[in-house]
Nanobody, 111 residues
């Protein structure tokens, strides 16, 4: 059993930045790809960013150039640095690895 705990969400103004963290209860990130998803009200969950166990990254077109996914295996933590946030980025953000999901952290972007 793996537990994932997201943190770092909160209200931010358009143009602002946040860094989300996803801490795992084991070193599972070193062996598997890790994904950040988000789900806006009324919408389906969508993939935001992926980091492979080899360190390669992949982003949704909507966040390319603004978001950065990174990983600290020593801390069993994956991060999502979000810059130049837009109201369209408002969602609950979830981390996922294999079949395990975090509880989500809310990111409202509003003035």
């Amino acid at each position: 059993q793996v537990q994932l705990v997201e943190s770092g969400g909160g209200l931010v103004q358009p143009g602002g930045s946040l860094r989300l963290s996803c801490a795992a209860s084991s070193n599972i990130f070193a062996f598997h790809n890790m994904v950040w998803y988000r789900q806006a009200p009324g919408n389906q969950r969508e993939l935001v960013a992926t980091i492979t166990k080899g360190g390669s990254t992949l982003y949704a077109d909507s966040v390319k150039g603004r978001f950065t996914i990174s990983r600290d295996n020593a801390k069993n933590t994956v991060y999502l640095q979000m810059n130049t946030l837009k109201p369209a980025d408002t969602a609950v953000y979830y981390c996922n690895v294999v079949q395990w999901w975090g509880q989500g952290t809310q990111v409202p972007v509003s003035s």
